[in-house]
């Protein structure tokens, strides 16, 4: 890395790292967030190491429905996510929503700077705002907009092009309303509380935001993170992953990585989550 220049954060934050790739540019010293002596190559767990749950199966009268609520209490409990199937989602949905984000990505970057965030701000096409001194800076670009409540939407910031994308985007939405009622009612009998009790703690106003992430290659793999360790603010998130693996979750001192699986929507406690969870525990427990 010799010689490289080491140019202020908001500078190079007003810069894409697609258009370093694409200007064949190694990456500057507020990228480089690791080096050899720290990399730990750790190889994808298998399928059932993180918990897949079923919601399909939560409805049902069986035993099976029972089992399945305990496995959801275990994987809250220990691993605080889980991979959901049986969603109700189709595939072919969620490969359409993957695909306008890919799309959107791969346009010109005349095209993606129309809905452009400044170097400051959160919502729009760019990066995040400049990090806290001594943090590195993520290798990769995003797309982030308000989705819900609707006058909370931002339209400029909501691209045109693909032609499909507001669209799609737009039913992703409704789905993903869905999907949060169904896995918070799941995730309240599972641990024996009123259906209703985390629905109600986020309120009938609860805010939904979409954030669409592109990783571009980078000559040296070695020295950057696509996506710096952090825990999320939210309840909790929801993450859809294309087919490359590369998500990973910290657990007993380890990173863990997420399998890609096609059909599955990972979700992911945030810090509101894991405090009301503390709290219900300490009740049951002292209660």
Same mark, same amino acid.
């Given at each position: ?10 500078? #190079?934050?007003?810069?894409? =790292?697609? $258009?370093?790739?694409?200007?064949? $540019? ?6 480089? @967030? ?12 298998? !399928?059932? #190491?993180?918990?897949?749950?079923? &919601?399909?199966? &939560?409805? !049902?009268?069986?035993? %099976? ?5 305990? +496995?959801?209490?275990?994987?809250? %409990?220990?691993?605080? %996510? ?11 949905? #969620? ?12 346009? *010109? ?10 170097? $400051? ?9 400049? *990090? ?19 006058? +909370? ?8 092009? *693909? ?27 599972? &641990?024996?509380?009123?259906?209703? %009790?985390?629905?109600? /703690?986020?309120?009938? /106003? ?12 980078? /000559? ?37 990585? =997420? *399998?890609?699986? @096609?059909?599955?929507?990972?979700? #992911?406690?945030?810090?509101?989550? $894991? =405090? ?6 300490? =009740?049951?427990?002292?209660?």
């Amino acid at each position: 890395m010799a010689g490289v220049s080491a140019l202020p954060a908001k500078i #190079l934050l007003s810069k894409r =790292v697609q $258009e370093m790739v694409l200007n064949d $540019e190694e990456p500057q010293k507020p990228y480089i @967030s690791r080096n050899d002596s720290t990399i730990e190559v750790i190889p994808s767990p298998p !399928s059932d #190491l993180i918990p897949i749950i079923d &919601l399909s199966l &939560l409805s !049902s009268s069986e035993p %099976c429905s029972a089992q399945e609520l305990q +496995r959801l209490r275990s994987a809250l %409990c220990s691993w605080g %996510c889980f991979q959901a199937t049986g969603h109700g989602i189709p595939k072919s949905f #969620l490969d359409k929503i993957r695909q306008v984000a890919r799309d959107f990505f791969e346009q *010109p970057m005349e095209e993606k700077k129309k809905h452009a965030k400044g170097v $400051e701000e959160f919502e729009g096409y760019g990066a995040d705002p400049v *990090p806290a001194e001594g943090q590195s800076l993520d290798w990769s670009d995003r797309l982030f907009l308000n989705v819900y409540p609707e006058d +909370r939407r931002k339209h400029e910031f909501w691209p045109e092009n *693909p032609k499909s994308f507001r669209e799609v985007l737009e039913e992703y939405t409704s789905r993903m309303q869905i999907f949060t009622e169904l896995v918070s009612k799941a995730m309240a009998k599972s &641990l024996n509380l009123e259906a209703d %009790c985390f629905l109600n /703690q986020f309120g009938k /106003q609860a805010t939904l935001k979409a954030r669409f992430n592109y990783y571009s290659r980078c /000559q040296r793999p070695d020295l950057v993170l696509g996506l710096r360790a952090h825990a999320d603010g939210s309840g909790y998130t929801i993450i859809l992953q294309d087919d490359v693996e590369g998500l990973q979750v910290f657990k007993d001192e380890r990173w863990f990585t =997420v *399998p890609a699986i @096609s059909d599955a929507l990972l979700v #992911l406690m945030g810090d509101q989550m $894991e =405090v009301w969870l503390m709290v219900i525990f300490y =009740v049951i427990l002292t209660g």
